[in-house]
Each structure stands twice: as C-alpha cells, then as structure tokens.
C-alpha cells in the first residue's frame, strides 16, 4: 500500500521546469514525461547489449545492463511507494542511472578512462548526463531528451554532492575535480552540486547497492565462482542460509540460492526504511528544499547493515569481480577498447559518416576529437564493440 506524498518528497507540479521550455503533457506529469523518454531513448535499448559482470554472450541468464536498471527500478520503486516519494521520479533515476556505461562494464570504463586522460577523462555519470542533454538526437527543437532540473539534478548528485559551497570538489572528486562533463554543463544550467540530490535520487542510489549485491551473488553462484555455503563466511548471509536450510532441508542447490537472494533482497529494503524513518522522523525536512540542505543523505542503511553490506561487496571483489576467469575475460576487453580508440584517432575515415566532424569545421581541437571517438565508442553494446574490432583488426579475443 502506498503511503501519502510526503511534504519532502518532490511535486512534479512544482518542478523547476525543462532547460527548453514546451508545452505540458494533458496526460502525463513532468516526471512521467522523464521516465517515458528514457524508456524510449537509444541509449537505453543499447544496455540490452552491454555488460553487467559477464559479457553478453556468455550465458542468456546472467544479468546485463539492462536486466539490472530493471531491477534497480523495482527496488527503487518499492521504497519510493513505502516513503511516500514520487515514484515516476524514482523510476527516471533509476532507469537513466547507467546509460552512460561504455561496452564491457568497468573494464571499458577504465579502458576510456585512460584514453581520454589528457582531454579530462571518461565518467559514466557525467556520459550519463552527455547523452541525455546532447547525445540522444530525438527531437526537431533539442539535442538531448530535455529532461526535467529535477531528472537531471538526481542523475549528477544521486550520489552526494560535488563541491562544497566555495566551489571545491569533493568525496571521490577531491583528488582530480569534477568531471569534465558536469563541469561544462552548469554553465548551461546550474544543478546546484554542493547540495544533496532529492530523496528521490537517494533512493534510486541505494537501490542500485541493493541489486548489485543480490544479484551479483545470484550469477556468481550461476557461474560456479562460489558456492551458497561459501557464503556462509559473513555473518548476514550466514544467518540467512541457516534460516533457509532449518526451513526447507531437502531444497536443490538452485533454489536454496534463489531464496538466499530473495531474502537478502527483502532484508536490505526494509533496513534501508527503519534508517530512512528513523533520520526523517529526527530531522522533520518539511520540503524537497530542507532534504537538498540538511548536510548529510537521509536514505542509507542503519550502520550494523552498512557493514554487513560492505563485507558482501568485499566477498564478491575477492570472489566474483576479482576472479581470474572474470579478470582475464575483461583484460581482453580493455584490450578491445584501447585498440578501437587509437584505429579511430589515427584513421578517422573508419569512423561512421555521421561521427566524422561536420564538412567545413576545420577548427576542431585534439580534446574535441578525442571526445568525439570517446562518445562514439562509450555508446558501443558490447556485440558491436566486438564486430567493429573484428572488421578493423585481423584478431580479435573471443572474450569466454
């Protein structure tokens, strides 16, 4: 049962509006309006085709891109429901949450990342935010989906805030600042990044931890990196294993790990309710504004929780993301990825006519080119990454 909108969860009819001004919807709110256009965006059809932890080609049930935004905004909309928050909203964030992954999950990340280090590097979440202001060209009167402030605020700040008030970066972007994506873009439209994102946004970030962790256990087990009993090592999912064997002692090993996700999902939902209740009841925010300013995020997991989380992230580092199937597998890829961007830097006509520059612009920069590539490949599938490598290159890695 949903509760009531709560007076700090954000009102599409107060919302601060499109940075392309049109007409409104006589069907749908702003957020639905959001939620719809990134469901019906290129970039997200492409996530059916990008990697998760296993490329796409290895198996038809391990999770990819796309069957984990999916199940991100499952979760996101359950607690969305349960906190009396807008769910169209919640949905957004979490759908639009990874579309600016390149092909081969992490591994290509990285790949980017250095190819594009002296032009301001690759970040999924300022890509994210390229594609959805500039990338996606869908409409005759903007690049870009034009999404609401409040779509695009929860995409960049989803995870906290940027900067502090003097302008600094900080957290994870104290050290090389704030991607150059994000940066460039609030001289268009400001998106506030020293204050936290709606609750909203929290929610679709916490859902995000949720599934990886359930489910990367779920195809961990599905491809025989580990064993149900090997997790007995931490004491939440011990507990729950225990539970689940005095419960059903004849259970196959298949479903005796379905049901230990099941229930570390459930788990992990409700502990991030009693955290967010027991934090709103103590800070009373009374508006989408009072939660942007109250200094710390209001969604999280109570702190015996967040450590019990933190050890199934460490167990599946060691065990799954670190395992030297998975390592040589996406070593191959970043392979592919280094390849692919330097065939393209040194012979741009490989390019497709509508990634070359414009005729007539004989003034782009070295970053400008660089960038271009980096978008090109950044919206690659992991399938496509692979044909192209095979139409340049003489060999290329099977990746199994």
């Not at 007409?23 to 469901?39: A, E, G, L, M, N």
């Not at 085709?49 to 909309?77: N, P, S, W």
């Not at 268009?188 to 946004?201: C, G, I, R």
């Not at 961007?341 to 497709?352: C, E, H, S, V």
């Amino acid at each position: 049962m949903a509760a009531p909108r709560a007076l700090y969860a954000c009102d599409p009819d107060r919302s601060s509006g499109r940075l392309f001004a049109e007409p409104p919807s006589k069907t749908r709110s702003p957020f639905r309006r959001d939620c719809d256009r990134v469901i019906h965006s290129t970039a997200f059809r492409r996530l059916k085709h990008k990697t998760q932890v296993f490329v796409f080609h290895e198996g038809d049930h391990y999770r990819t891109r796309l069957t984990h935004t999916l199940e991100v905004a499952q979760i996101a909309r359950a607690l969305a429901r349960q906190l009396g928050l807008d769910e169209d909203l919640t949905e957004t964030l979490a759908l639009a949450h990874d579309l600016g992954h390149p092909p081969f999950g992490h591994a290509g990340e990285r790949a980017l990342d250095a190819c594009l280090q002296a032009h301001g590097g690759f970040n999924h979440n300022a890509q994210t935010l390229r594609i959805v202001t500039a990338l996606e060209h869908r409409y005759p009167e903007f690049d870009g989906l034009n999404l609401t402030w409040e779509s695009l605020e929860g995409i960049v700040k989803h995870n906290g805030p940027l900067t502090g008030a003097d302008g600094a970066a900080v957290g994870r972007y104290r050290e090389h600042g704030i991607p150059c994506g994000i940066s460039d873009y609030m001289a268009t439209y400001d998106l506030e990044l020293a204050s936290f994102a709606s609750l909203e946004a929290q929610v679709a970030a916490i859902a995000d931890d949720i599934a990886y962790d359930a489910h990367d256990i779920d195809d961990g087990l599905r491809a025989g990196l580990f064993g149900v009993d090997d997790l007995k090592v931490m004491p939440l999912t011990a507990d729950m294993i225990a539970a689940i064997d005095k419960a059903y002692p004849a259970l196959d090993e298949v479903r005796r790990g379905a049901e230990l996700v099941r229930e570390l999902i459930s788990y992990l939902i409700g502990a991030v309710f009693s955290e967010a209740g027991r934090r709103l009841q103590a800070a009373q925010p009374q508006s989408v504004a009072d939660v942007r300013n109250h200094g710390e995020v209001l969604v999280a997991f109570p702190p015996e929780v967040a450590r019990a989380e933190a050890e199934i992230k460490a167990f599946l580092k060691l065990r799954m993301y670190r395992h030297s199937r998975v390592m040589r597998v996406m070593g191959e890829a970043e392979q592919i990825v280094f390849d692919l961007f330097a065939r393209y830097q040194g012979t741009p006509t490989d390019l497709p006519p509508e990634w070359l520059p414009p005729t007539g612009s004989d003034h782009e920069t070295e970053t400008g080119r660089a960038r271009r590539i980096g978008n090109f490949i950044a919206g690659m599938t992991d399938r496509f990454a692979l044909t192209e490598h095979q139409r340049l290159f003489d060999s290329t890695p099977d990746l199994r």
